[in-house]
């Protein structure tokens, strides 16, 4: 994620149509998604690249990863590759939170069903 980021914010080409002043936002599917949480988790490639949120869609798991900066996680509530509980307990583990004790201190955990 992080050479796809220094690749495309470095490009000439793309540079024209890239708006920098808000920051930057990470989004990453399935394996990417676990590549988004990894450098939503990374401080050096946070400062680098101004990373201001994430979003990861059905993401891989991402060991060790502590999110940094605002990070939606999805999933679908009838995925078999990727179930909500996986997601979910990785969503906890990134906050570095417990969810099982009193009162407990996660973040808000939202599922949404469609």
């Known amino acids: 994620m992080r ?3 220094a690749w495309a914010l ?8 890239i708006n920098r002043s808000a920051g930057t936002a990470v989004v990453g599917h399935s394996m990417g998604g676990g590549a988004t949480i990894g450098t939503a988790s990374n401080a050096t490639a946070i400062d680098a690249f101004d990373v201001r949120v ?3 869609q059905h993401p891989s798991q991402c ?5 940094k ?3 939606l996680f999805m999933t679908g509530d009838a995925d078999t590759v990727v179930p909500p509980n996986t997601v979910k307990a990785q969503y906890e ?3 570095g ?5 009193s009162p407990p201190t996660c973040p808000p955990f939202l599922l949404l069903c469609f």
């Open 93 to 95: 583990f990134a906050h």
């Open 63 to 67: 060991a060790g990863c502590s999110v």
């Open 97 to 101: 939170c417990a969810p099982a004790a």
């Open 10 to 17: 470095g490009s000439e080409k793309l540079s024209a149509h």
């Open 54 to 56: 994430a979003v990861a």
């Open 69 to 71: 900066v605002p990070t």
């Open 3 to 5: 050479v796809a980021l």
